[in-house]
């Protein structure tokens, strides 16, 4: 099955900085998401980006697909970025598409 | 919109012993998905259903959980008997059904925390 890995593993940071989070994958996919899961275990959609950048605020995320990869940027972070981002990629099997999920960056911002 | 729902929030069984979870999906999402998170890694895909059809339960280890999604809507995982290595999240998600093509988005519940001691 397709390979999805995150780096880096862990993070720390102090608030006000800036933070690149890279995720890359073994195959063609056909859509890729940037989940953030809070200390209370919620996974929350933060992009659907199967190519190009898109901007929410003071995150964007960029996928180069043809290069298999996608980057996750959070510019001036804030305690409140803190948490485990994941990234996941939908494969199409079979008329079905499956989500696989990479091991996720865990990041602590300090104030 | 009413998201996700996941009920108990909270488990602590003996090894050997029986639990059951349950989830609710999104009003009108066809796909609905349990996943298993170990504590340290990603999600694991368990089992997906389209409507109340299985279309991947590779990664479910049938010999002890069980799911079923009846009339198409809510859905029970059951693991009977537990073991130590079940203690995990387990994280139901719904999205719509686009046809032959990948949903543009999914929706977790907050998940079930099991204990197994």
Not at chain 1, 12 to 30: H, K, M, P
Not at chain 2, 67 to 84: C, F, M, N
Not at chain 2, 92 to 103: G, I, M, T
């Amino acid at each position: 099955g397709i390979q999805v890995e995150q780096s880096p593993p862990d993070l720390i940071l102090q608030e006000g900085a800036n933070s690149t989070l890279r995720c890359n994958f073994s195959d063609s996919v056909n859509n890729l998401q940037w989940f953030h899961q809070n200390p209370w275990g919620q996974l929350i959609n933060l992009f659907y980006i199967p190519s190009g950048t898109k901007q929410n605020g003071r995150l964007s995320a960029t996928t180069v697909a043809t290069e298999r990869y996608s980057l996750l940027y959070i510019s001036s972070s804030q305690t409140t970025d803190s948490g485990v981002y994941f990234c996941a990629v939908f494969i199409m099997n079979s008329g079905y598409s499956t989500l696989t999920f990479g091991k996720g960056t865990m990041l602590l911002v300090s104030p | 919109e009413a998201g996700v729902a996941q009920s108990p929030r909270y488990k602590i069984i003996e090894k050997r012993q029986s639990v059951a979870f349950w989830c609710n999906p999104i009003s009108g999402h066809a796909t609905l998905y349990w996943y298993q998170q170990i504590l340290g890694q990603g999600p694991k895909l368990l089992i997906q259903f389209q409507n109340n059809g299985v279309v991947d339960d590779s990664q479910l280890p049938k010999d002890r959980f069980s799911a079923e999604r009846l009339k198409g809507v809510d859905s029970t995982l059951k693991i009977q008997p537990a073991k130590l290595e079940d203690s995990a999240v387990y994280l139901c998600a719904s999205s719509p059904s686009w046809d032959r093509r990948p949903p543009t988005t999914i929706y977790f519940g907050e998940g079930s925390w099991l204990t197994v001691v």
